[in-house]
Each structure stands twice: as structure tokens, then as C-alpha cells.
């Protein structure tokens, strides 16, 4: 009997990052063990999760750092203690897209622009209401990406235009949106 009766293998096993839901099934690397305590714990170190199973898995619903331990206990009572590095599952994608903006230069609602969360893909049109295409970007993250109000070097009259929005969520969401929006100017 040696002293190593249960140690790990240690191969730099590393979780990836994810989003939320993020469903995980752990891989025990554990040798000659035959009971198994599972610890997933957040950012704040607490305890969210606990399994006894060999091989388990189970869903993270919350964005945020998390770590893994695994303790393995063999049948002559040797524990082992595996953790696993930090992880992060970003919130579940979000698409919001606004009714009404004022570019009026004033640093507020100055450009038509999305709110959006864990987008991996995004591409939106705009259109006057006879559908000829005012603009067009696929930066959603920069805080000045979207339309200006203005058609070329001339500011677009007040009035309805239109969207068009496709989009894919890093959870998958597909997003296909299309709809009217005022521009406003003050007199």
C-alpha cells in the first residue's frame, strides 16, 4: 500500500468560460476513489452546488466567477483534493432596441443604438419609410455605433424610420427584429 492511494491525475484541467445557462458534466480525474464530494462555489467563495455522484453535471443560471473543488476518498479512507482554476458564465444574451432618440448633441440618447448583452453576432439597417438605406453597422459595443440622425453631412428631418436588426446571442438566441422609431429634435 503506498501512501498515494487516490491522487489525481493532474493534467491542467481548465473549465471554459460560458453563458448562462451554462450546463457542466465534471470529469473526475480522481484514481482508486470510491466516494466523491463535488463543491461549486461563486465569486463571493459560497457554496452553490454540491454532488456526490463520479461523473456529475449540473447548470450555473447566474453570471460570474465560479471554482470547482472535487475530494475523493478511496476505500482505505486516503483523500485527495482537486481544484479546478476559475471559470466565468456571462449573463444570457439580451437585445433591446429603443422607440424614440434625440440627437440633439447633448451626450444623451444621441445616437440610435441597441442595448445589448453577449451578442456574438450583430448587423442593423436603417431606412427611411420608403425603405432606402440611411445606414448600416455591426458594432453594437461602441458606445457611439449606431445612426446619428443624419443622412450624409444633413440632419435627417424628425420623423419615423425604420429598423432593421439581425443578431445571434453567445447563448444562441437568435434575434430577427424589425420596427419603427422616432427621431426628435427640439424646436
Not at 482508486?32 to 455522484?53: A, P, S
Not at 447566474?62 to 483523500?79: A, D, M, P, Q
Amino acid at each position: 500500500k503506498s501512501d498515494e492511494v487516490n491522487p489525481f491525475d493532474e493534467k491542467g484541467v481548465e473549465i471554459s468560460d460560458g453563458v448562462v445557462p451554462y450546463s457542466l458534466v465534471l470529469n473526475n480525474l480522481s484514481i482508486n476513489g470510491n466516494h466523491y464530494e463535488w463543491f461549486v462555489y461563486n465569486q463571493d467563495n459560497q457554496l452553490i452546488w454540491t454532488g456526490t455522484d463520479e461523473f456529475p453535471s449540473f447548470t450555473i443560471d447566474n453570471e460570474g466567477y465560479y471554482h470547482i473543488v472535487l475530494v475523493s476518498t478511496s476505500r482505505e479512507s486516503c483523500r485527495d483534493t482537486m481544484e479546478w482554476g476559475e471559470f466565468y458564465v456571462e449573463s444570457a444574451s439580451k437585445l433591446e432596441v429603443p422607440n424614440i432618440f434625440t440627437p440633439n448633441g447633448d451626450n444623451i440618447n444621441d445616437y440610435f443604438q441597441v442595448i445589448a448583452t453577449t451578442l456574438s453576432d450583430f448587423h442593423g439597417i436603417i431606412t427611411n419609410r420608403w425603405g432606402k438605406k440611411l445606414y448600416e453597422w455591426d458594432n453594437w459595443e461602441d458606445e457611439e455605433a449606431g445612426w446619428d440622425g443624419k443622412i450624409g453631412n444633413s440632419l435627417a428631418v424628425p420623423g419615423a424610420y425604420f429598423y432593421i436588426i439581425k443578431a445571434t446571442g453567445k447563448d444562441g438566441t437568435e434575434y430577427d427584429l424589425q420596427g419603427t422609431f422616432y427621431l426628435m429634435r427640439e424646436k
